[in-house]
């Protein structure tokens, strides 16, 4: 659990005519600043997007951040749909929540959350904005997009139904006594730079002389409206994980990596008997299988009778083929021997080709 030793928040018109910035906080829990923007009634869509993650959170500290968005989205468009002299209002979003001892930050646009300890700046969200793409293309640099005559386009806001967008969230972990963050809209950056704001909380006594000092310098130098949220951390417990509110709406996820956890555990303290299990096994298939192989009177070779049927032949099967063809060759031999015994003596015995009958003259002999 994480416990805040102070909040603060800043909101002012700066040099233009119209504040059109939101924000709040449900102390302890979710704190969201907003900066709306339209022609007219830029301020009503920028409270339509505070407001819902604020009360949705409260609701549902688990909620999907989609989600909200979505709602954010539906409630401008009904807005839009009885007002239509707010037609292409939107708003961005900059959120921080608390779960457990861990940070939920989310945003859309170019308003920013910064986490910041001992004068550090340990985490920054990246901005949707033209300029910010055009210094991660090379095309300008940061110094550059500071003055920009583009440095207010943004290319990601919450508009309505017909433009739907999307949030980038993140979760920070690694939360420490005396750590700050810090919501700020864009009136904020057009007098701090990221490392004029890393200058100020190190050497800063407190929350409140901190906002004190950025207010300073944007009453001098901010052309646009601004506002701050910051929040100064007093305690983290050691608790590793949401907060109870959030594992109730992830029953089911927190069930199920319980019950992986505890296979694993299992596992990994019986993995010798489970191997030596697994020997075992294997042992008794692969003598099943030799023992089968063994017995098995399987064809060695095929060949067809007379009617074209295969017929498959084994081993005793060729012994008998063979005996029998060795009988039937010695009985054939014995017949002709009986043949040539019972037959009389002939001189016109045809002799073999290729010889001359016995008594015969070889031609060409005189």
Same mark, same amino acid.
Request: one cysteine or more.
């Given at each position: 659990?994480?416990?805040?030793?102070?909040?603060?928040?800043?909101?002012?018109?700066?040099?233009?005519?119209?504040?059109?910035?939101?924000?709040?906080?449900?102390?302890?829990?979710?704190?969201?600043?907003?900066?709306?923007?339209?022609?007219?009634?830029?301020?009503?869509?920028?409270?339509?997007?505070?407001?819902?993650?604020?009360?949705?959170?409260?609701?549902?500290?688990?909620?999907?951040?989609?989600?909200?968005?979505?709602?954010?989205?539906?409630?401008?468009?009904?807005?839009?749909?009885?007002?239509?002299?707010?037609?292409?209002?939107?708003?961005?979003?900059?959120?921080?929540?608390?779960?457990?001892?861990?940070?939920?930050?989310?945003?859309?646009?170019?308003?920013?959350?910064?986490?910041?300890?001992?004068?550090?700046?340990?985490?920054?969200?990246?901005?949707?904005?033209?300029?910010?793409?055009?210094?991660?293309?090379?095309?300008?640099?940061?110094?550059?997009?500071?003055?920009?005559?583009?440095?207010?386009?943004?290319?990601?806001?919450?508009?309505?139904?017909?433009?739907?967008?999307?949030?980038?969230?993140?979760?920070?972990?690694?939360?420490?006594?005396?750590?700050?963050?810090?919501?700020?809209?864009?009136?904020?950056?057009?007098?701090?730079?990221?490392?004029?704001?890393?200058?100020?909380?190190?050497?800063?006594?407190?929350?409140?002389?901190?906002?004190?000092?950025?207010?300073?310098?944007?009453? *001098?130098?901010?052309?646009?409206?601004?506002?701050?949220?910051?929040?100064?951390?007093?305690?983290?417990?050691?608790?590793?994980?949401?907060?109870?509110?959030?594992?109730?709406?992830?029953?089911?996820?927190?069930?199920?990596?319980?019950?992986?956890?505890?296979?694993?555990?299992? *596992?990994?303290?019986?993995?010798?008997?489970?191997?030596?299990?697994?020997?075992?096994?294997?042992?008794?298939?692969?003598?099943?299988?030799?023992?089968?192989?063994?017995?098995?009177? *399987?064809?060695?070779?095929?060949?067809?009778?007379?009617?074209?049927?295969?017929?498959?032949?084994?081993?005793?099967?060729?012994?008998?083929?063979?005996?029998?063809?060795?009988?039937?060759?010695?009985?054939?031999?014995?017949?002709?021997?009986?043949?040539?015994?019972?037959?009389?003596?002939?001189?016109?015995?045809?002799?073999?080709?290729?010889?001359?009958?016995?008594?015969?003259?070889?031609?060409?002999?005189?």
């Amino acid at each position: 659990m994480i416990i805040i030793k102070s909040e603060q928040y800043l909101s002012e018109l700066g040099k233009g005519e119209n504040n059109q910035d939101n924000g709040g906080w449900d102390a302890g829990n979710s704190y969201v600043v907003c900066d709306g923007d339209g022609k007219a009634l830029g301020e009503v869509a920028s409270e339509i997007v505070a407001q819902t993650f604020l009360n949705e959170l409260h609701s549902n500290p688990a909620q999907d951040i989609s989600s909200i968005v979505t709602r954010s989205e539906n409630r401008i468009t009904k807005f839009v749909e009885e007002n239509p002299e707010g037609s292409g209002i939107s708003s961005t979003l900059a959120l921080l929540q608390f779960v457990g001892n861990r940070a939920r930050i989310a945003w859309v646009g170019n308003s920013r959350v910064y986490h910041i300890r001992d004068g550090k700046i340990l985490f920054r969200t990246k901005d949707h904005s033209w300029v910010n793409d055009a210094v991660s293309a090379g095309i300008i640099n940061q110094e550059e997009a500071v003055n920009h005559p583009k440095s207010k386009v943004i290319t990601r806001s919450i508009q309505g139904v017909n433009k739907r967008t999307s949030a980038e969230e993140v979760i920070c972990k690694d939360v420490r006594k005396n750590d700050y963050f810090l919501l700020i809209s864009d009136g904020i950056s057009e007098a701090w730079t990221d490392a004029s704001l890393a200058t100020l909380f190190a050497n800063t006594t407190g929350a409140e002389a901190a906002l004190q000092t950025l207010h300073e310098e944007c009453f *001098l130098h901010s052309k646009d409206s601004y506002t701050a949220i910051i929040v100064q951390v007093a305690e983290v417990t050691d608790e590793d994980s949401y907060a109870e509110e959030t594992r109730e709406n992830s029953s089911k996820h927190t069930s199920k990596k319980s019950k992986n956890s505890s296979i694993l555990s299992f *596992l990994k303290r019986n993995y010798l008997m489970l191997g030596g299990l697994a020997v075992l096994i294997f042992g008794i298939l692969v003598y099943i299988f030799q023992r089968d192989t063994n017995h098995d009177t *399987l064809p060695e070779f095929s060949t067809t009778n007379a009617k074209g049927k295969q017929i498959d032949f084994v081993e005793d099967d060729i012994e008998k083929i063979e005996k029998k063809a060795v009988e039937e060759e010695e009985e054939y031999t014995q017949e002709i021997i009986d043949d040539r015994d019972d037959e009389p003596a002939s001189r016109n015995a045809r002799a073999p080709i290729g010889t001359a009958n016995a008594g015969d003259e070889s031609p060409g002999e005189e």
